[in-house]
Structures are given as C-alpha cells and as structure tokens.
C-alpha cells in the first residue's frame, strides 16, 4: 500500500477534486483537506508535498481563508494554485493586486526551463487563466518563473524552501502541458517514486478484508451502478458465499437493465455470492400514483426503497457488517463549508439505521470514480457496466415529469434505448465527449398526424451533456444526421410518442436530470 502523500488544501476552489485527481493520475496518493486543517494534524497526516487550490476569494477580504503562516517554516514542498498561489505571495511579504478585468481562458505563457517545476515544458505553453487578483511583486527570496504580458507574475519559486507558485490552473486540460508540471512537483520537488498502484489496491484491500471479516456475515446493497458493483464484487473475492447482495428493481430501472444485473450477480453468473432480487415494481408505482411534485417522487422512492430493503434484511437476520460503495468524493469535506440543495440526492446512505449490524465496510471509501472504473476492471467485471454512465438513485423517476405510471416507464423506457443503441452505433459517445445522456419523458401531449391518422401523443426530449465533474455541464452537440436517426426510430417505434425534442440548456442554469 501506499507510504507517500500529498495534501491538498481546499480553499474553495471549483477544481479542488479535479487536483486530487491529477495527482492520482501520477500514481501518488493524495487527499483534500480543508484549507484550515490544523498544523498538527498535518503533521501527524505526514505529506511529502503540500498544493494549496484555488477559491474564490480575494486575500484582501475580511472573511479571506488564509493558510496559517507557520506551514511555510516546516520544510514541505509546496504549490500554490490561483488563489492558492496570492495566498503563498500574501503571506511571505509579497503584493497582491487587483485587476480591473478579469483574465480568463486559454492564454500563453513564457516559462524559465530552468525552474524544476517547468522541466520538459515548451518554453512558450498554453495554460488555463481565471482570476480577477494577481501577484503584482514576488516576496524577498521569490523569483519569478513563468510570465505573461497581462500577468508578470504567472508562476514563481523560492527553491530553497521549495515553495512554488502559479496563477494559472494547472490541472485543467486547457492548461495542455499542466500534467507535466503536476507530475515536476510530485516527482521532482517532493521526491515521490508512484506507490499508488489500482492491482497493489485490489490484493491489500482484498487481504484487510478478509482479515476484518472473518467468518461474519456481510450484506450489500446492490444497485447495478459502477459503485456498489465494485464493492459487491470486491467482498466477493474476500469472503464470498457469506456476502449476500440485496437488488431492489423499483421498476424505474432502464430496459433491461434488471436482467443485466441478475445475470452478471445472480446464479448464474461468475460470482459466488448469494443474490436476492426483489421486484418491487407495483410497490412503487402504486406510491407514485398521482404524485407530481418533484422533490415529493424522489423521497418517496427514497424511503420506499429503504423499507423494501429493511424487509429482506429482516428475512436474513442479523448481519455483521454493511457493505456501502461510498467513494471519495462523497466522503471530502469542503473547504468553504456546504452549498445549497437543489435536490435531495437518494443513495444507499440512508440504511444503516433499519439495518441490525455491527459495522459499516466502505472499501471504496479512497477511490476517485475513474479509480473504482480501474478496481472493477482489475477485478474482471464487465466493461459495460463499468463504463455505464451515471444513473440516479430515483432512476427514471426523475426522468418522467409528473406522474410517473408504468405505461410512462415503458415509453421512456424505450425511447432511451434506442437512443443509447444510435449513439453507441455512430461512436458519438467517444467523439462527442458524452458525459451522460437519456431520453427524458416530457409531460407535453400534442397533435401530430401518423398515416392519415390525427396523434395525440407524448414528447421525448433528448438529454446529453459534456461534464467531467456533473457540476457544471454543457449541451452536447451531437451530429444532425445521429438526432435524425434517433428521432425517427423513437416516433416509429415507440407508441405513444409523436414528437423528440433537443434539450439545448447547459448546467447551470438547467440541471442534468429534469427533475
Ligand atoms: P443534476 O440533475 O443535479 O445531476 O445536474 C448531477 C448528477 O447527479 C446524478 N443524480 C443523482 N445521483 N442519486 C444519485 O446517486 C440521486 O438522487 C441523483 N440525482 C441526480 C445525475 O444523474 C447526474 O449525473
């Protein structure tokens, strides 16, 4: 396992995660922090490096979140990032200065070669700029290191203390050699060697497991997502037949994709484990009946699914420990405190309390979504499920605006199929940069004419968006001629729909999901 780490400290920044990610790409394990964490505790969590994000403030501010000065006495090699790098400048005796305009986008910087940080780097290189501050004069022992004409200061090093520092954001894609200076200061400035290994990462956690388990007895909430497969799978190989899995169908589950489920983890499939499916179909469509209210569908789906599941653990008994495919991103506590809800998410969160158990396992609990994609394909599990894309807990629930009925289900149901068959035959999911896409059910009938027939009939629309993070999305832009296929083949061959529409909207303001 792992002996070197990195911590980055979260001031806030958008791309906080995408660092930690970056830096795990390099194969050196990382974790985010909040900007605040307590030099003891840094101590005591022992980084070979220290990378300080970006965040939206101003160092100037009254509320400013500013790092405690003595972490530059203690010898950890540091990077500064944007807000990151004013903050580096601020507190060492520099200027921070205030722009009238904000810079932003792609611009060219001239880079020293000679710096560690830039080694390899082509003297002139695109990097990704925004912020509205700049570092106007470097603190006594700074030199700078990178420049633009608009920004003077665009990196800059004290060697001695290994203290570096960049205005621009390194870790983005738009900053097209930002992978090289990550890995210079991994590498070079902290001296990691890369003991970050996904097979390393299967065989001890496997081992740990075993080890915590024993004879007990282990039960897993089974959702088909990437997450709680990796994890079903993982227990699976550590303690096999006394892992039971628990796969609730709410029936609002994509076509097929209740089948898919049951033939790669139930009997018949290559793993040992003891699988129970319940087809609670009725039950939940019988909760929705005449339900609208977003919020209202998704906690209902919520709680019906927490006490189906409760049911069947009632039936099993007693259990040792709980399985929960809870990743890293749910685990990092935010720098800045937390934002506000726009939806209630439903995840298995929510069972430990109807469950009787002594103790939660959470073996995903380090890992990056791209990690867990690289763990379940170590492990052997399919590609397509590992690759699926997002689906949400409330499933095509949220997808069908209003009432949800089983008629509805069928008719979306359909509809994203041969939507996700089109777009896999073009390979628009690749060149398009798809984050995730699905037909939604509008709640819209209107007039159309099939044959010589007046139709008064539903509308689909067509979701896809372009994300890394599922913060922000763009619209996608698939090609005419693949729409043009999609649409036809949804009209013919889906009853109840005479109309595809393209949802056009980017996140924000729209959200992924309609609901
Ligand atoms: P929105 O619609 O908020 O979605 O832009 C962002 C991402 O989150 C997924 N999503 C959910 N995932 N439980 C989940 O596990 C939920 O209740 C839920 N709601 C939305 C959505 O599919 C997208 O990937």
Known sequence: MQNEKILVLDFGGQYNQLIARRVRECNVYCEVHPYNMPIEKIKAFNPKGIIFTGGPNSVFGDDAPLA????FTLGYPILGIC?????????????????????Y??????????????????????????HTDFVSKTPAGYKVVAKTPSCPVSAMENVEKKIYAVQFHPEVNHSIEGMKMLKNFVYDICECK??????????????AIKAKVGNGKVLCALSGGVDSSVAAVLLSKAVGEQLTCVFVDHGLLRKNEGDEVEAVF???????????????QERFYAKLKGVTEPERKRKIIGE????????????????DYLVQGTIYPDVIES???????????????????????????????????????????????????????????????????????KEKVKIVQDADYIYREEIA???????????????????????GVMGDERTYDYAIALRAVETSDFMTADWARIPYDVLDTISRRIVNEVRGVNRVLLDCTSKPPATIEFE
Request: proline share 5%; with cysteine.
């Open 68 to 71: 405690d000065k003595e972490l």
């Open 83 to 103: 807000y990151g790098c004013q903050t580096v400048a601020y507190l060492n005796g520099g200027e921070v200065s205030h722009a009238d305009k904000r810079e």
């Open 105 to 130: 986008g792609k611009t060219i910087v001239d880079v020293d070669n000679n710096s560690k940080l830039f080694k390899g780097v082509s003297p002139k290189t695109q990097v990704w700029m925004s």
């Open 194 to 207: 890369g003991d970050w290994i996904m097979s390393d990462f299967v065989k001890t956690t496997v081992d």
């Open 266 to 280: 139930g009997p018949k499939g290559p793993y040992k484990l003891n699988f129970i499916r319940v087809n609670a």
């Open 304 to 319: 019906e699914f927490i006490r189906v599941f409760e049911e069947e653990a009632k039936k099993i008994g007693s259990v």
């Open 335 to 405: 720098g800045l405190g937390k934002s506000a809800t726009i939806k209630s998410h439903h995840n298995v969160g929510g069972l430990p309390s109807v469950v009787d158990f002594r103790e939660i396992i959470e073996p995903l609990r380090l890992l990056f979504k791209d990690e867990v994609r690289k763990v379940g394909l170590e492990l052997g599990i399919p590609d397509y499920l590992v690759y699926r894309q997002p689906f949400p807990g409330p499933g095509l629930g949220i997808r069908i605006i209003g009432e949800v009925t």
């Open 425 to 447: 035959k073009a390979g628009v999911d690749k060149s398009c940069n798809l984050g995730q896409y699905f037909a939604a059910l509008t709640n819209m009938q209107s007039v």
